[in-house]
């Protein structure tokens, strides 16, 4: 029965202290993961790392079959979280991804391991 304590154990206080969090970490974690928590921007993301390299804007666009609007949106999102660096040189913006995504983007593969 709920609430009774069997014979011969002890019971544990249910309102222990939780741990602490920093806020301004957790305020942190938060952006960058829901930065990453939508389809098109994480697309974006897989497809600039899988470049090796920088890659135009005008190439995302076509990759991804979104509008230039809707992925220009998301490279600023994602620019904001500090996952892709951006460069512009004449009419063109080239993105790349950032050392702390390459980091999240190898732990999610190995997290995934072989379940793809």
Do not use: F
Request: proline share 1%; charged share 25%; glycine share 12%.
């Amino acid at each position: 029965m709920a609430g009774n304590v069997e014979a011969g154990t002890e019971e544990t206080a249910c309102c222990v202290p939780v741990g602490a969090v920093d806020t301004g970490a957790l305020a942190a974690d938060v952006e960058l993961l829901s930065a990453m928590g939508n389809d098109t921007r994480y697309e974006l993301l897989r497809r600039i790392d899988g470049a090796g390299g920088e890659v135009c804007v005008c190439d995302l666009e076509s990759a991804v079959g979104v509008s230039q609007s809707a992925v220009s949106q998301a490279l600023s999102r994602l620019s904001t979280a500090g996952l892709v660096t951006r460069r512009k040189e004449g009419n063109w913006r080239y993105y790349g991804v950032t050392d702390e995504a390459e980091q999240l983007l190898s732990t999610l593969d190995a997290i995934r391991g072989d379940r793809r």
